[in-house]
C-alpha cells in the first residue's frame, strides 16, 4: 500500500467538450480517490471515452476549471506525455498487439532493441519483462510468441506495462484506465482477468473499470460513476445499488422487459428444420451436430477455442470447412463461401464488428446496401426508412458510420441482413461492447426476426444474454455439443457449470 488512499488521485472540474453544436460532456466533475476502483459507466455516447481522452491530453477540452493528479494541477500545455509523467496510463479497448512478436517485444515496444550507448542484451529484456509479469501475477515466459496466450493473458500482460515503474511515476502510484478490457473474453477468463485488478487495488493503484457489462461492475467497483447524455449524474457505492437502479439511472427512465418465448411453438409434428448441420468439422470445430428450427433462437457457447465461434463461420463459408454436411430446409447445400450462404438465405453478423463488419469511412447508406453489391436480392432498401425501422441514432443516411456509437453501428450490421428476410441468422457476439438500452434494442432485433420465420443462432460468451435470447443453449467442449441447456429463467447458471 502507499499511503495515499482517501485523497483524490484524478479530480476533474467544470470539464466542457463541444464539437460544433453537439456538446459531449457540459460542465462535468468527478473526484476518483487513490487505492480504489471506480466503474465509469454510461451508455453509448455519454461522454465516457471523451472525459478520458481529455484526462489523458488525448484531447483538448472546450472549458475546464481543474484538472489535477494527486493534489497536483495539471499544467496548461496538458498533455499525452504530462498526462503519463503524472501517471495515467489507459488501456483502450482495441490495443495492440503483435501476436507473431514475443511478449518481450509486445511489452517493450517501441524501446525494444534500444539500448545504452547502442547495446542491447535480450537477457536483459527478458529478466525486465518477467519482473512486470510477476508485479501482476502472471507467469508465462517472455520469449514465447504473444499469440500463444490466452485474450485474458494477454490483456493482463498489457496491464502490467502500463503498472510498471518507468521511471516518470515517483512511487510508482498509477491512476490505470480500463476500457471494456473482457468484451470479448469467456466469463471465466474475464473472472479471472478481475480478480488480478482486484489485487492490484491492494497494492494502491487507483483503477477506473469502463464496462456495459454490469455484474463485473458491481464484483470488482467499490464506488460507481455515473455519466448521462454529457452530464454528470454523480458517484455511489457500488453497494447502494443494484442492476435494475443503476440501468434506470444510466437510460433515465425504467427498462421494459420485451416478452419472451418459450419456443415451444417452433416445433410442429413432423416439422422439418430450418438448418440442420451433421459432423461439422475445421479447425476447433470437430463434429457439430445441431438442428434448428424456424422461429427458434438457439445459443452456443463454450470457451474459447472450443468451436462454438467457429461453428457459425464454418456455416457461412467464412472459414473451410473439412467435413460435415448442411441442409437447409430439409435440402443439403454445398456453402463454400459466404455467397454460396448469402444466396441459400444464411445472414451473419461477426464477432468483431470494427475489423470484420463495418466500412468506418463510408456513410450508413452504403453500409446498410453492402450486401446488395456481393448477392442482389432485386430490390435496393431505403436508407432512411431503414435508420427508422431499426432505430439507429444518426442525423441522416449520409453520415459516416464510425460516427455512431457501437450499438448503433451494430444495429446497422443487423438491419442490413434482416432486410433480406434471411432463412437462418447467425450472429456472433451480437451485443459485445454495447450499452444496456441498445443491447435490449439488438434483443428486440434478434426475437422479430425470429417471429418472422427465421432460425437464429447466437455464438455468445455472456451467459446473462443466453438466459434472455435464447430457447435453448448447446455447450461445445473440444469441437462437439457436450450439453443442452433449456432456455429460460435460472438458465445462465447451468450454462456456467456445464462450460467449466
Same mark, same amino acid.
Given at each position: 500500500?502507499?499511503?495515499?488512499?482517501?485523497?483524490?488521485?484524478?479530480?476533474?472540474?467544470?470539464?466542457?467538450?463541444?464539437y460544433?453544436?453537439?456538446v459531449?460532456?457540459?460542465?462535468?466533475?468527478?473526484r476518483f480517490n487513490?487505492g480504489?476502483?471506480?466503474?465509469?459507466?454510461?451508455?453509448n *455516447?455519454s461522454g465516457?471515452?471523451t472525459?478520458?481522452?481529455?484526462?489523458?491530453?488525448?484531447?483538448?477540452?472546450?472549458?475546464?476549471?481543474?484538472?489535477?493528479f494527486?493534489?497536483q494541477?495539471?499544467?496548461?500545455?496538458?498533455?499525452?506525455a504530462?498526462?503519463?509523467?503524472?501517471?495515467l496510463?489507459v488501456l483502450?479497448?482495441?490495443?495492440?498487439q503483435?501476436l507473431?512478436?514475443?511478449?518481450?517485444?509486445?511489452?517493450?515496444?517501441?524501446d525494444v532493441?534500444?539500448g545504452?550507448?547502442?547495446?542491447?542484451?535480450?537477457?536483459?529484456?527478458?529478466?525486465?519483462?518477467r519482473?512486470?509479469?510477476?508485479?501482476v501475477?502472471?507467469?508465462?515466459?517472455? $520469449?514465447?510468441r504473444?499469440?500463444r496466450?490466452?485474450?485474458?493473458?494477454?490483456t493482463?500482460?498489457?496491464?502490467?506495462?502500463l503498472?510498471h515503474?518507468d521511471?516518470?511515476?515517483g512511487?510508482a502510484?498509477?491512476i490505470v484506465?480500463l476500457?471494456?478490457?473482457?468484451?470479448?473474453?469467456p466469463e471465466?477468463e474475464?473472472?479471472?482477468?478481475l480478480?488480478?485488478?482486484?489485487a492490484?487495488k491492494?497494492k494502491?493503484?487507483t483503477i477506473?473499470y469502463v464496462?456495459?457489462r454490469?455484474d463485473?461492475?458491481?464484483?470488482i467497483a467499490?464506488?460507481?460513476?455515473?455519466?448521462?447524455n454529457?452530464?454528470?449524474i454523480?458517484t455511489?457505492?457500488s453497494?447502494?445499488?443494484?442492476?435494475?437502479?443503476?440501468?434506470t439511472l444510466?437510460?433515465g427512465?425504467e427498462l421494459?422487459?420485451?416478452?419472451?418465448s418459450?419456443?415451444?411453438?417452433t416445433?410442429?409434428?413432423?416439422?422439418?428444420?430450418?438448418?440442420?448441420v451433421?459432423g461439422l468439422?475445421?479447425?476447433d470445430?470437430k463434429?457439430?451436430?445441431?438442428?434448428?428450427?424456424p422461429?427458434?433462437?438457439?445459443?452456443?457457447?463454450?470457451?474459447?477455442?472450443s468451436?462454438f465461434?467457429e461453428?457459425?463461420?464454418?456455416?457461412?463459408?467464412?472459414k473451410?470447412r473439412?467435413?460435415?454436411d448442411?441442409r437447409?430446409?430439409?435440402k443439403?447445400v454445398d456453402l463454400?463461401?459466404? *455467397?454460396?450462404?448469402?444466396?441459400?438465405?444464411?445472414?451473419?453478423v461477426?464477432?468483431?464488428?470494427?475489423e470484420?463488419a463495418?466500412?468506418?469511412h463510408w456513410?450508413l447508406?452504403e453500409?446498410?446496401n453492402?450486401t446488395?453489391?456481393c448477392?442482389?436480392?432485386?430490390?435496393v432498401?431505403?436508407?432512411?426508412a431503414?435508420?427508422?425501422?431499426?432505430?439507429?441514432?444518426?442525423p *441522416?443516411?449520409?453520415a459516416k458510420?464510425?460516427t455512431?456509437?457501437?450499438?448503433n453501428q451494430?444495429?446497422v450490421?443487423?438491419? $442490413?441482413w434482416?432486410e433480406?428476410?434471411?432463412?437462418?441468422?447467425l450472429l456472433?457476439?451480437p451485443?459485445?461492447g454495447?450499452?444496456?438500452?441498445?443491447?435490449?434494442?439488438?434483443?428486440r432485433?434478434?426475437?422479430?426476426?425470429?417471429?418472422k420465420g427465421?432460425?437464429?443462432?447466437?455464438?455468445?460468451?455472456?451467459a446473462?444474454?443466453?438466459?434472455?435470447?435464447?430457447?435453448?443453449?448447446?455447450?461445445?467442449n473440444?469441437?462437439?455439443?457436450?450439453a443442452?441447456?433449456?432456455?429460460g429463467?435460472?438458465?445462465k447458471?447451468k450454462?456456467?457449470e456445464?462450460?467449466?
Amino acid at each position: 500500500m502507499t499511503g495515499n488512499e482517501g485523497q483524490p488521485a484524478l479530480e476533474i472540474t467544470g470539464m466542457t467538450k463541444r464539437y460544433g453544436g453537439t456538446v459531449a460532456l457540459d460542465h462535468v466533475s468527478a473526484r476518483f480517490n487513490a487505492g480504489r476502483i471506480y466503474g465509469l459507466v454510461g451508455i453509448n *455516447g455519454s461522454g465516457k471515452s471523451t472525459m478520458i481522452k481529455i484526462a489523458a491530453g488525448i484531447e483538448q477540452p472546450t472549458e475546464l476549471e481543474g484538472l489535477s493528479f494527486y493534489g497536483q494541477p495539471a499544467s496548461n500545455e496538458h498533455d499525452a506525455a504530462a498526462a503519463h509523467a503524472q501517471g495515467l496510463r489507459v488501456l483502450h479497448q482495441r490495443p495492440a498487439q503483435f501476436l507473431d512478436l514475443s511478449v518481450t517485444e509486445n511489452l517493450l515496444l517501441p524501446d525494444v532493441g534500444r539500448g545504452r550507448f547502442g547495446a542491447f542484451s535480450w537477457g536483459a529484456a527478458h529478466d525486465r519483462v518477467r519482473a512486470m509479469l510477476a508485479s501482476v501475477n502472471l507467469d508465462i515466459d517472455p $520469449r514465447r510468441r504473444f499469440g500463444r496466450f490466452s485474450p485474458a493473458q494477454r490483456t493482463m500482460a498489457l496491464i502490467s506495462k502500463l503498472l510498471h515503474d518507468d521511471g516518470t511515476g515517483g512511487d510508482a502510484r498509477r491512476i490505470v484506465i480500463l476500457d471494456e478490457p473482457t468484451a470479448t473474453l469467456p466469463e471465466a477468463e474475464a473472472m479471472w482477468l478481475l480478480d488480478q485488478l482486484k489485487a492490484q487495488k491492494a497494492k494502491g493503484h487507483t483503477i477506473i473499470y469502463v464496462s456495459h457489462r454490469l455484474d463485473e461492475l458491481f464484483y470488482i467497483a467499490d464506488d460507481l460513476t455515473i455519466l448521462r447524455n454529457g452530464k454528470m449524474i454523480g458517484t455511489t457505492p457500488s453497494s447502494a445499488t443494484n442492476e435494475k437502479d443503476l440501468v434506470t439511472l444510466l437510460l433515465g427512465h425504467e427498462l421494459e422487459a420485451a416478452p419472451r418465448s418459450t419456443g415451444a411453438e417452433t416445433r410442429t409434428e413432423g416439422a422439418v428444420a430450418r438448418i440442420e448441420v451433421t459432423g461439422l468439422a475445421g479447425r476447433d470445430a470437430k463434429a457439430v451436430n445441431l438442428k434448428v428450427w424456424p422461429g427458434e433462437i438457439v445459443g452456443l457457447t463454450g470457451i474459447i477455442g472450443s468451436g462454438f465461434l467457429e461453428t457459425c463461420e464454418l456455416i457461412f463459408g467464412a472459414k473451410p470447412r473439412k467435413a460435415g454436411d448442411i441442409r437447409i430446409d430439409g435440402k443439403p447445400v454445398d456453402l463454400r463461401h459466404p *455467397g454460396d450462404a448469402m444466396r441459400a438465405g444464411i445472414g451473419m453478423v461477426p464477432s468483431d464488428r470494427t475489423e470484420m463488419a463495418v466500412f468506418p469511412h463510408w456513410s450508413l447508406a452504403e453500409n446498410l446496401n453492402v450486401t446488395q453489391a456481393c448477392v442482389k436480392t432485386g430490390s435496393v432498401p431505403d436508407a432512411k426508412a431503414m435508420i427508422a425501422t431499426y432505430g439507429v441514432k444518426a442525423p *441522416g443516411p449520409r453520415a459516416k458510420i464510425w460516427t455512431l456509437s457501437g450499438g448503433n453501428q451494430q444495429k446497422v450490421v443487423l438491419a $442490413r441482413w434482416m432486410e433480406r428476410n434471411p432463412r437462418v441468422l447467425l450472429l456472433c457476439e451480437p451485443t459485445a461492447g454495447v450499452d444496456p438500452g441498445a443491447r435490449d434494442d439488438l434483443h428486440r432485433l434478434i426475437r422479430a426476426a425470429a417471429a418472422k420465420g427465421c432460425a437464429v443462432i447466437v455464438s455468445s460468451t455472456d451467459a446473462d444474454e443466453l438466459e434472455a435470447l435464447a430457447h435453448r443453449t448447446l455447450v461445445i467442449n473440444r469441437g462437439r455439443v457436450a450439453a443442452e441447456i433449456p432456455g429460460g429463467p435460472g438458465s445462465k447458471t447451468k450454462i456456467r457449470e456445464k462450460i467449466i
